[in-house]
């Protein structure tokens, strides 16, 4: 072991010499592997900030462990035959559904409705197009963590007493009101004056929705507007994320009892999963990774045949002192493992035989590293997008870096652990 040790650490040593002393040369030859592993991290990174950041966006818009139940809703595609008998099969939700899962969910924590209706706002001669009315239940706030910049959301008390009270968007309040506190104020929806009693935060469009050109009023209210006879939207929560499927399962149970629906039949209804959004978006980024990362290798690659080039200049510049190094008694393999170590600490850390090699690549791995977290860091603080260096993408990118290295200097290390030192002797340059 101890002979083991000191054959590995004379060869590093020799290695790591031969590069101080090329200072310019190892640099130069480390910018390709820098910039190969930096775009690999960085990459990884962007991937999963982009995750995070869409899931973060969902999140907001729909609230966390929330499901919603619909007459016609699917997550896949539908041809035109499944469209059309699920039209004839299913049946409209009405406030007698929500009730009943009102009752018999139990493990949902809320359970509430809401009705939606595209309208043109028009208010002291200004005109407001491509606005939704919802008509909600209270809990609708507490289902899809809504967050209030002004004022409230609505009361149970104004859902079950029909009050014409309004909750406005953010770019609604912008229209009609950009310099006065709306709470307290009028406005009129369809044709109704109603009271503003809150303002909901600004959200942001996501998926082309529009969210903040909503407005919010009793689902009674609502009705009285639009008639009773409406198609219903039910939504639910569940308690904790571990628990969520449990809850969907028990939703569907209840309503499909409800609708006496046994063994085989199909739903008459449609259930979204809120949380399954977050399985299509990982397969959407895993779709993005597969394509990009192979990309970015190829700078791994570039860097590998620089590696080569200047491991095969160091074997002819240091021909004599391989000669001298055999004729002392060195083995093949020991100058073989020398320039094998000098490639990878080039690639790892960022040129001379195996050993040379090796360290060459491992110091080109490590400055890469450091250039991708201040990367990383730049474009959180400059984007709404957190950038995450994951543990996975930093083992790659060495891992190829060093792979690269050792790659590269194994033709160089084969080349001068084969020379003749008669003839390398002889050599002086």
Known sequence: MRYLFSVYADSARIALQSILAHKLRAFLTLIGIIIGVASVVVVGAAISGLNTYVVEKVSKVLGTNHFMIARMVSQGELSEEDLERMNRRNKQLKWADMEWLQEYCETCTAVGAEAGHGTKFEQDGMTFYGGIIFGVTANMAEIED??????RFIQ????????????????IKDKFYPDIDPIGKEFKVAGLPMRVVGVEERRGPIFGDLIDKHVYIPLTTFQRLYGRNLDLQIHGKGQRRETFQLTIEDARRALRNYHEL??????DFGLVNTEALGSQIDQFTGAIALVVTPITLIALVVGGIVVMNIMLVSVTERTFEIGLRKALGARRKQVLLQFLIESSMLCALGGQFLIESSMLCALGGVLGLLAAAGISWAVTVLTPITMTITVGYVVLALGV????????????????SRLDPIIALTKTT
Do not use: C, N, R, W
């Open 156 to 171: 149970p008390e104004e859902v079950s007493h029909s009050k014409l009270v309004v909750v406005l968007g953010a770019d």
């Open 146 to 151: 809504k967050t209030m910049t002004d004022g």
């Open 401 to 416: 870096s060093t792979a690269v290295g050792m790659i590269a200097g194994i033709y160089p290390a084969f080349k001068a």
């Open 262 to 267: 046994i063994g085989s039949e199909e739903d």
